[in-house]
């Protein structure tokens, strides 16, 4: 390797580096700005269980130091979540020399949205699933069984529904990407909307609690984000089509 080509390589690694480092710093500022009020988001994340376990029933911790991590750990995930906007932009403005004009085009709606879906996902699996799924759960458990759920497993449990939630809700921004690559089209995935649907129920089943409500949950809202996706997609060209049309850029 030459002198020339090893110095952009350097230049992009250093650039990598201080993106990095901010993200870094980002996120750690904002844990800093929340750690206070660790105890006062757990307890937010744990309303939802709280409120339909039966009366006289609580959450437990089974380990000595449980009481004190778990809100810390839930402090870290809670600051990443904010930072998520801030994030994305570090890494497209990593990528964004390398993109022609118009495909920046693509990426400023696509980022957007994919940050509002992905919240969206997450308020809706706190809003609507939550209370449901955890008021079949506790009321299912056969009589003469305490409810007693431990603190840590609780938030391992919440934190899995909320990042499978907040995934699936990017269906829309998957639909568009593949059919903008031109790895399919919007009239094959069309074709195949049944074996889509079917999907939808066998990723609700894998992602979620076993119990039909929550899957159930999971997999309507991916079907009808999938039509929001196709719906939008229309509105893309394949991205050899717009490089013919750009050859100039």
């Not at 506790?138 to 938030?155: C, F, K, N, R």
Request: with cysteine; proline share 7%.
């Amino acid at each position: 390797m030459t002198v020339e080509e090893t110095q952009p390589l350097i230049t992009h690694l250093l650039e990598l580096r201080n993106r990095l480092l901010r993200c870094v710093i980002v996120v750690a500022v904002v844990f800093l700005a929340l750690v206070y009020f660790a105890n006062d988001i757990y307890n937010f994340v744990a309303a939802p269980l709280l409120e339909v376990m039966p009366s006289g029933a609580s959450m437990i911790a089974t380990n000595i130091a449980t009481p004190f991590f778990t809100p810390i750990k839930l402090t870290g995930v809670v600051a990443i979540f904010l930072s998520v906007p801030f994030l994305l932009y570090q890494i497209w403005a990593f990528i964004a020399p390398a993109l022609y004009q118009h495909e920046k085009r693509l990426v400023y709606p696509l980022m957007f949205s994919s940050t509002v879906l992905f919240y969206l996902g997450v308020a809706f699996a706190y809003y609507v699933v939550f209370p449901l799924v955890f008021g079949f759960l506790t009321h299912s458990a056969p009589e003469g069984v305490a409810i007693a759920t431990d603190i840590s497993s609780y938030l391992d449990f919440v934190l899995t529904l909320f990042l499978a939630f907040g995934v699936c809700f990017e269906v829309p921004v998957a639909i568009i990407l593949l059919c903008w690559t031109g790895v399919t089209s919007v009239e094959d995935l069309k074709k195949k909307r049944p074996y889509i649907i079917v999907a939808a129920f066998v990723i609700g089943m894998l992602l979620t609690p076993p119990d039909v409500f929550s899957q159930t949950l999971l997999a309507i809202p991916m079907c009808l984000l999938f039509e929001v996706g196709l719906l939008f997609a229309r509105f893309y060209r394949p991205k050899e089509d717009e490089d013919e049309a750009n050859p100039q850029e």
